[in-house]
């Protein structure tokens, strides 16, 4: 079901409400498939509240509990999943303060919750109400004042700079791989530098400064294993880049080239969907572009909710198959499904005629 859920809240198309509705319910708290889920614009400012609290799973990470690891999170842990709530555009006043009902500042400090929201660009009402909020053994009420406004400044330049600073090294760690000559000696190179964003690493050593992707022949087993950590870094932090379906399907064959003579099953699974990388609905769901994967599933189902459920069953038992043939069998169900209600209503229909 999660693999389902990825797809689903990084779908590129609007979403119909059912389906919402739905997914709001089911998307588990904490994880991957609901940080995405809470800032799609199709939900309701209140259901992405009521979603940032399902379950209390929040609240339950914030407990003190000694050796369980789904509590003792820091306050930076809890910002980051706070934050994503509260850089939603058009979020209500008084949404800190309720905020606080539920999380004290012992637990979620507002320094770490201003700075993350404001890395996910918060708007001036959130921003303000976090600042206004007295610090820990203060006597002053809630204020916002010059030093406020400035403190807010200073962490929307400081993300900026984040951001340019990010930039610009990855420009030159791209620069510098691209300087040298083949794949094996521009893998080297990237090697050396561990250049921060994985994907225009990788694309730089698989393309250099043209246009022709590197061949299998061009690689060797080093350079093999050190494109496959790219990868899998790629493919999981960088999802929502243009860019990576090209780049993953230039590497799937230099890795399958190399991997499977190496690698025997069970493997990784981040190993496994690189070799078996494709367009959407021809490889198992999960091993194309989330955002397309979900393009694709509200193609095919629409607002049917219990097609997505049937398909989420169906994923269980088989894993290894092509989504677009999952979703044949899950529309012959249910096609067969709506039929047989149908005979048997009419049946019924003609015994009471035949009985009166």
């Known amino acids: 079901m999660e693999e ?39 939900l309701t400012d209140q259901q992405a509240w009521d979603c940032l609290w399902r379950d209390d799973a929040l609240i339950k990470s914030a407990m003190k509990i000694p050796g369980k690891w789904t509590a003792n999170a820091r306050s930076e842990d809890l910002a980051g999943s706070v934050a994503l709530y509260l850089s939603r555009p058009n979020v ?53 004042g010059p030093r406020e406004i400035a403190l807010i400044e200073r962490y929307r330049t400081s993300a900026r700079e984040a951001v340019v600073d990010r930039e610009a090294k990855t420009w030159q760690a791209v620069a510098q791989i691209e300087r040298e000559d083949g794949l094996i000696a521009r893998a080297a190179r990237a ?3 561990e250049p921060a964003d994985q994907l225009q690493a ?62 025997t099953r069970p493997r990784r699974w981040a190993t496994e969907r690189l070799l078996t990388f494709g367009e959407a609905g021809v490889v198992p769901l999960g091993y194309s572009i989330y955002a397309d994967e979900g393009d694709y599933l509200n193609r095919r189902f629409g607002p049917s ?52």
């Not at 690689?219 to 093999?224: H, K, L, P, S």
């Not at 169906?314 to 529309?331: A, M, W």
């Open 202 to 263: 990788l694309r730089a050593c698989l393309f250099g400064r043209g246009s022709v992707a590197a061949r299998p022949e061009d690689a060797d087993w080093v350079t093999v294993q050190y494109l496959l950590v790219l990868g899998r870094g790629a493919s999981t932090y960088q999802h929502s880049d243009e860019g990576l379906g090209e780049t993953l399907s230039v590497l799937r064959p230099i890795l399958r080239a190399y991997i499977d003579q190496v690698y």
């Open 92 to 144: 209500p006043s008084g949404r800190i303060t309720l905020l606080r009902t539920r999380l004290d500042v012992d637990q979620l400090r507002r320094i770490d919750l201003l700075r993350a929201v404001t890395q996910l660009g918060g708007s001036d009402l959130v921003c303000r109400e976090i600042v206004a909020e007295p610090p820990p053994g203060s006597t002053r009420e809630e204020h916002v």
């Open 191 to 193: 090697r050396m530098m």
């Open 4 to 42: 389902l859920m990825h797809a689903l809240c990084r779908a590129t198309t609007t979403l119909p409400k059912p389906v919402i509705e739905w997914m709001v319910g089911t998307a588990s708290p904490l994880l991957q498939p609901w940080c995405d889920l809470v800032r799609r614009p199709e």
């Open 305 to 356: 909710v219990r097609k997505y459920r049937a398909l989420g069953e169906l994923i269980k038992n088989n894993r290894d198959v092509p989504l677009r043939d999952l979703c044949d069998r899950v529309e012959t169900a249910v096609l067969a499904r709506d039929r047989w209600i149908v005979n048997q209503s009419q049946k019924e229909n003609r015994g009471g005629f035949d009985h009166e």
